[in-house]
């Protein structure tokens, strides 16, 4: 996951230099978590839908 999460943060970076506010659902919730984690100044806000903490 941490390495999605670093791929994330570099689309996120390139594409709007910018933080930006994303929603992530399921998988893509836990993947937002990490990217939250590891990278919070890629992120404004965050919405998560029936997201765990762990996969």
Request: net charge negative.
């Amino acid at each position: 996951m941490a390495d999605i999460a670093g791929d994330y943060a570099v689309a996120l970076h390139h594409q709007f230099r910018d933080p930006v506010d994303i929603v992530g659902s399921s998988t893509g919730g836990s993947a937002a978590l990490q990217l939250a984690a590891d990278h919070p100044g890629a992120l404004r806000g965050m919405v998560l839908l029936s997201s765990a903490a762990r996969p």
